[in-house]
């Protein structure tokens, strides 16, 4: 006999992306009455915004990585698939992996963004970008890997070619990278040689606009530029890169177009929305800009689909101050909190205002005891900013463990000035590409 007072289904909640996004608004549903399911082509959550000191030899992979299925294993209303949605079908209500279809009576699509190279994409691979572990681990390969063959070069112009890093865009990657490559050749690796002087090589950082650094203060961004050229990093401002070819940057400063032999370019200037913005756009309609991203309602929703949220990079939201949120941590964190405050409010026939993104300002590290910290009213520079910018970058880290990880990997190298994470790995020896081909 069936109970005419049978339980109802908890409403159903998929949220697509694991990033900060994503996870945020899990962790913000954890103890509501709902089922959560959370999907990611990765087993794991990356704190991206160290993935630069995984590429530089300071942090190991598994030092900025939170497996999901340890973070929500406390959580019983979460459940963690592992795998790549590849469709939506908003009548029916449901997404589709490869092995699977997973209904839903909300949505939440938070996959991020990609890297952009502004229509030229066989760059590529000659020039990585830093988004993902593989990515850390490939540059990480390139950058000491330079430093190897430079060892056993003979000709002084390929040398040169070897010791010379080209660093395309000067927002807070493209300048972090750029201190540290240069504290890694001026100090770590000074006295790990004997066929060549570290203290020779060049590091070059190209930035399209008038400065670097350009979502935090002139005054910070020019303490930023003078800090990096006391490492020894060349700033140039203004350029564009026209074209990256048999290990030669072209690029033009005006009406001043210049060549850089380099074995060692890194990618840092532009993204793109993840494929699934196209997939959204396809199934609902939806407006998306140039860089793919889904233009969203004031509440974050996609337009007629109240049930389907969009949020973190993937998503357009300029209904603040006319201009898209910037695709950082706090934006993500805080829409992925709000969606997740929201679907709480509706399913108690209630509801919440329109999101507003409170600016936590902006943060960017140089080198050691050497940060610039943007908050408005308050700006940092110098050996406090630094301290800010380890203690929240700290606090955001996911588990706690990781946090011990992280603080004690930084006071090793703090006192030694030694990176001890300094891996060539990915292929069974350095070598040149072309070498290979050309055999």
């Given at each position: 006999m069936v109970n005419s007072r049978e339980k109802k289904a908890p409403h159903q909640v998929v949220i697509v992306g694991g990033g900060f996004g994503g996870l945020y608004t899990a962790k913000t549903l954890a103890k509501a009455n709902v089922s959560v399911t959370l999907i990611d082509k990765r087993n794991f959550h990356l704190f991206q915004p160290l993935?630069?000191?995984?590429?530089?030899?300071?942090?190991?992979?598994?030092?900025?990585?939170?497996?999901?299925?340890?973070?929500?294993?406390?959580?019983?209303?979460?459940?963690?698939?592992?795998?790549e949605v590849k469709d939506i079908n908003p009548k029916a209500q449901h997404v589709i992996l490869d092995d699977k279809v997973v209904p839903y009576d909300t949505l939440i699509v938070a996959t991020g963004a990609n890297h952009s190279y502004f229509g030229k994409d066989h760059w590529k691979d000659l020039a990585p970008g830093l988004k993902t572990v593989e990515d850390a681990i490939e540059m990480r390969r390139r950058i000491f890997g330079a430093f190897e063959a430079a060892e056993k070069e003979t000709d002084p112009e390929k040398r040169r070619a070897w010791l010379t890093f080209v660093i395309v865009g000067g927002g807070p990657t493209g300048v972090e990278l750029a201190g540290a490559i240069a504290e890694l050749a001026y100090k770590t690796l000074k006295e790990d040689f004997r066929s060549i002087d570290t203290s020779e090589t060049k590091i070059l950082l190209l930035q399209g606009g008038d400065r670097i650094l350009p979502h935090?203060?002139?005054?910070?961004?020019?303490?930023?530029a003078?800090?990096?050229?006391?490492?020894?990093?060349?700033?140039?401002?203004?350029?564009?890169?026209?074209?990256?070819?048999?290990?030669?940057?072209?690029?033009?400063?005006g009406d001043e177009v210049k060549e850089i032999p380099s074995k060692t370019i890194l990618w840092a200037a532009g993204v793109k929305a993840s494929p699934m913005g196209e997939v959204l756009a396809e199934r609902t309609g939806v407006e998306c800009d140039h860089a793919g991203r889904v233009i969203v309602e004031p509440d974050l929703t996609v337009r007629g689909y109240k049930n389907i949220f969009v949020v973190g990079d993937l998503g357009n939201f300029s209904h603040q101050n006319g201009k898209p949120l910037p695709g950082v941590a706090p934006v993500a964190t805080q829409q992925g909190e709000y969606v997740a405050k929201l679907i709480k409010k509706r399913l108690k026939g209630q509801t919440l205002p329109e999101f507003r993104y409170n600016d936590v300002g902006s943060l960017a590290m140089i080198g050691q005891n050497l940060a610039v910290v943007d908050l408005g009213l308050i700006k940092l520079q110098g050996f406090i900013a630094w301290v800010f910018w380890l203690l929240i970058h700290i606090y955001f880290l996911i588990e706690f463990d990781t946090k011990l990880l992280v603080v004690f990997q930084w006071a090793w190298n703090y006192i030694t000035r030694n990176r001890r994470s300094r891996l060539i790995t990915g292929r069974e020896a350095f070598v040149e590409p072309k070498t290979v081909n050309q055999q």
């Open positions: 993935l630069y000191q995984v590429a530089t030899g300071t942090l190991s992979p598994g030092d900025i990585s939170s497996p999901l299925r340890a973070v929500f294993s406390k959580s019983k209303n979460t459940q963690v698939l592992l795998g935090i203060a002139p005054e910070l961004s020019q303490v930023a003078e800090s990096l050229q006391k490492l020894g990093a060349i700033i140039q401002t203004k350029t564009r890169v026209t074209n990256i070819e048999n290990d030669i940057v072209t690029f033009k400063n």
